[in-house]
């Protein structure tokens, strides 16, 4: 080997510590670090962003993050419910939404679904029809039995 990794770090950190200290003429800048006389440089604008507050940090919901998280597959809608692996699944949206039970009663039709593999219990269906993007399913009556179990106990079964 050429460098040690203690070598290769430095050298990584010294080309960051040029690239954050170099001035960019093209850099954009918002009104008030101009008026600032900011420097066009990475660092001199993250150092003023943060002690001025003016970054623009994104904001994400804790469901939103949750749901990103979760594994996602394809499901089928049958006329007796939304159908993953053995497993139906329903809800009080679907129930009133009879239109997706009954076209699935002339032919059945897929949608995406996420849901956390360690557990049965429930469904998020993404449908961007909806308001939400999305809805939670529970176990029908007749899959509750499986309810508690991971998905792999539950194919098991």
Known sequence: AERTLKEFIAEVQEWVDLHNETIFA????????IWAKVPKTPIAM????????VGELAVHYIDD????????????V???????????FTS???EKRREWLTMA????FTVRVKYDRRRTDDIIVIDPMLETNHLKATLTKSYERFGGRSWAEAEEA
């Open 26 to 33: 093209d850099m954009k800048q918002p009104e008030e670090a």
């Open 46 to 53: 993250w150092n003023w962003s943060v002690e001025t507050h």
């Open 65 to 76: 993050v949750y749901v990103s998280l979760l594994y996602e597959a394809e499901a089928t």
């Open 78 to 88: 049958t006329p007796d419910g939304i159908q993953v692996g053995k497993l139906f």
């Open 92 to 94: 009080p949206e679907i």
């Open 105 to 108: 009663r002339r032919k059945r």
